[in-house]
T-cell receptor
Framework: GEDVEQSLFLSVREGDSSVINCTYT??????LYWYKQEPGAGLQLLTY?????DMKQDQRLTVLLNKKDKHLSLRIADTQTGDSAIYFC??????????????FGQGTTLQVKP | DVKVTQSSRYLVKRTGEKVFLECVQD?????MFWYRQDPGLGLRLIYF???????EKGDIPEGYSVSREKKERFSLILESASTNQTSMYLC??????????????FGPGTRLTVL
């Protein structure tokens, strides 16, 4: 079945770049997503990429997609303490009733040290 | 802005109790979802609904049921709570229409403890 894998923890220093990696299994996924979860809160969409793109940049965020290897990464430039959160990668699949479903990875906890 | 609200942020129940978790969305979304979140396991889908009175099992439906009597409201029911159902429960909604883009909007979560 569908599966999304992420490493569980990443620690960086403030001002450094952070790179969070993700692998997925469903080659038919049309969109892939990065969600952010701050402590005590629900998930919020951070960014997404369409499967026919290799890269998407949005201010400090860069998403890279290697469709051949089914590998997705999120790079955060100039990481700040406010970026400390859990980051989830998700791939979209179509379920019953033509419903778009998301398959989430385990989440990567990003710790930013001052 | 889409708003998804959940009835409680924190809930403590006893083993064997019947537990209701309520979720309401205000953007006329077709699809609604219930997940549980556990450390190291990410989000796992319990049930989803793509229309009023329609429901489908997700990956871990055992011990849970759901109800969707109105479009904006999706309830998760634990018929007889057990300690292994202690978790964070997240509700989400998304527009329907069979689009390929499937952003889901999440509520703040309910942290349930079963003693």
């Amino acid at each position: 079945g569908e599966d999304v894998e992420q490493s569980l923890f990443l620690s960086v220093r403030e001002g450094d770049s952070s790179v969070i990696n993700c692998t997925y299994t469903d080659s038919s996924s049309t969109y892939l997503y990065w969600y952010k979860q701050e402590p005590g809160a629900g998930l919020q969409l951070l960014t997404y990429i369409f499967s026919n793109m290799d890269m998407k940049q949005d201010q400090r965020l860069t998403v890279l997609l290697n469709k051949k290897d089914k590998h997705l990464s999120l790079r955060i430039a100039d990481t700040q303490t406010g970026d400390s959160a859990i980051y989830f990668c998700a791939e979209s699949i179509v379920g019953s009733g033509n419903t778009g479903k998301l398959i989430f990875g385990q989440g990567t906890t990003l710790q930013v040290k001052p | 802005d889409v708003k998804v609200t959940q009835s409680s942020r924190y809930l403590v129940k006893r083993t064997g109790e019947k537990v209701f978790l309520e979720c309401v969305q205000d953007m006329d979304h077709e699809n609604m979802f219930w997940y549980r979140q556990d450390p190291g396991l990410g989000l796992r889908l319990i049930y989803f609904s793509y229309d009023v009175k329609m429901k489908e099992k997700g990956d871990i439906p055992e011990g849970y049921s759901v109800s969707r009597e109105k479009k904006e409201r999706f309830s998760l029911i634990l018929e007889s709570a057990s300690t292994n159902q202690t978790s964070m429960y997240l509700c989400a909604s998304s527009p329907g229409g069979g689009t390929l883009y499937n952003e889901q909007f999440f509520g703040p979560g309910t942290r349930l403890t079963v003693l």
